[in-house]
């Protein structure tokens, strides 16, 4: 990585470096929350949970991952992997949810 | 981007602070003002300045009430393009009346809904809403702005920006970046204290605006991170990660099937006409029940359903006064007998969370110690904020008066808008509110428009004010602002008595707490507003001399 020069000159680049980590944060934050909130959702609903309770469990942990990976997107050095874990495991935890719900409904 | 990860946290504490500290701070200060917001109504209402009532009797008060509720004719005329064919002239299939009340209010708010012929959505029905004395059913005027309930509890959640829930949206992702920002506040703590208090020239002042700081974020973290917790998981479902109405759509309806049958509630009408029994007396055992099971009696919410008709049904639910979880305790009836269907089973332990945690913010107990703990938790969360402005500013300003940069100046602009224009906005409201006529054509709009008029005045004359700033001096702006709230926190009050005669020798001698408490409240804020005032002042003065030689030292 050119930490260095990223630092050494304020410039457009360095610009772009902070808006794509914000947007990683916030957006594919975002994903990952509601890929974490369906998933956890829909396994405790199988699980025999009632289903509020399986939402507000799944609420809950999603708003906890999204606080982690919204501090672990501004703190970690490589940009890209944020972005690969967050969309790719957002989309992923979505799709097993989605699976679980056919097999239950 | 960052050599390390306290770096990286102070970076994110710094700027999403100063960003989303602006909203942040509404939030704050709107919250803690609606841990009192029925208290506000009755400021804002005289006429239902009267003693809090317990759900009154339906078949002496209720009953007539809701049988002479209509649609208004704008409920009408908007529900029109939803239906096929015309429109009757009354609605007489009620789908539900329903009552709710808290142990604050005096006044009973009112729901019916109608089943609506030919509507495009069968299940769609059409609404009316009243507000009664619940003393003897009188009608109230429901076209008041309730600045509490109506105006300031809103603020809070929401910034009144309706438009696709944007405000909503804002304000939840401000309340993430918050748990965000108490985290980083306490990874980069240790290393803030080393830098400021050991190296930095001209500490005196940024110390104790620090060490203010710091007390606020960390007396009251559990307090912060509790609330911007529980806020946003009140939302979450519903606005945030609506999963059971969206993607899990079929799991949901799944759950709903299971649940009418294990109910047995009925969720449509028989078509067979039924009379319907005493709702006094399934109340009575209602309460009855409820005191066997040693909780408190008080009905907060009672609701009929497809009434007139063989299905229908009666639920009566708590007040949960004597908890901070927020209960229902449900127990249903049917309504042409009296006999008992069913009593919500006792919550499971995931609900036993959620109705504590939701509970714990929307604080529904009868605890007033406890309601000012949250108000004084608000506002050292407003606090927080101001002073992470004041320190932001403060640090940057002789550097940036060194450069001809404006950035202090115009956060420092904003900073003086989100602060003391914030509570000018807030007077502003309450004295229009006591101004305008009473028979005033859309009197609450002329309200809200009184509220972001001043607020916009104190923007402009903040930065009319913020020259200074750019010079590495204090925006008298500040001082000004203070001086403002003063005067204006005794203008409400004095206006308060001139239009109502309710003065605080009357409301505290009658011992009318909602009244008196806003009062004396407006009249707290005035003494702190002079003392920092004067304190500004003589700041002022202490800096002038200082400036002219350091300006004579630049020529």
Redesign the interface.
Known sequence: MS?PI?IATPSAS?RT??VL?VMAA?LGGYVF??GT??LA??LL?AAH?????A??????S??LA??SV??WS??T?R?LRVWAVLLGGGLLM?AA??FV?SL?? | ???S?RQ??A??HTWFGLVLGFVLMAAFFFGALSVFDREFDRWAIPVTRIEAQPMPSFEKVLRPAFERMQPTREAIDAMRPRVNGQMPATFDKVVSWSAYTTHRDPVLALYAGYEVPNAKDPEEAIWAYATIDPRDGSVLPDDRLKIGSGFFFPLHYGLTLDWKNLGIWIVG?SA??M??AL??GVVMHRKVFREFFTFRPGKARLRSVLDLHNLTGVVALPFHFFFA?TG??IF??TY??P??HT??H??????EQTEAQETGLPHKRAGVPAGLASVDAMVADAQRRWHDADKAGDVGFLVLQHVGDANGYVSVYRAGTDRIALVGDGIHYKAATGELIREDPTA?P??R??EFLTGLHLQHFRHWLLRWLYVLGGLAGAVCIATGFVFFVEKRKRQHALQGSQGARVVDALAVTTVTGMVLATLGILIANRLLPEALPGRGDWERYAFWGTWALALVHAGWRSAAVARGLPNPAWREQTWAIAVLAIVAVLLNWATTGDHLLHTLSTGYWPVAGVDLSLLATAVIATVAARRLGQRARATQPKRTSEEAAHV
Not at chain 1, 49 to 53: K, Q
Not at chain 1, 55 to 60: I, K, S, Y
């Open positions: 930490q990223a360095r470096q902070v980590r916030m929350a509601w909130v369906a959702t829909s609903f949970l009632d289903f509020h309770d939402e507000f469990l799944g609420a809950f999603g708003l999204y606080v919204f501090l501004i703190a050095k940009l979505a949810a989605s719900q239950l409904a | 981007m960052f050599n990860f990286a946290m970076w994110l992702f993430l970046v748990l965000a985290i980083s917790l946003l998981l979450a479902g945030y990660f999963v059971g993607q899990l079929d799991l949901h309806d799944l759950h499971t995931v609900a969370m959620a």
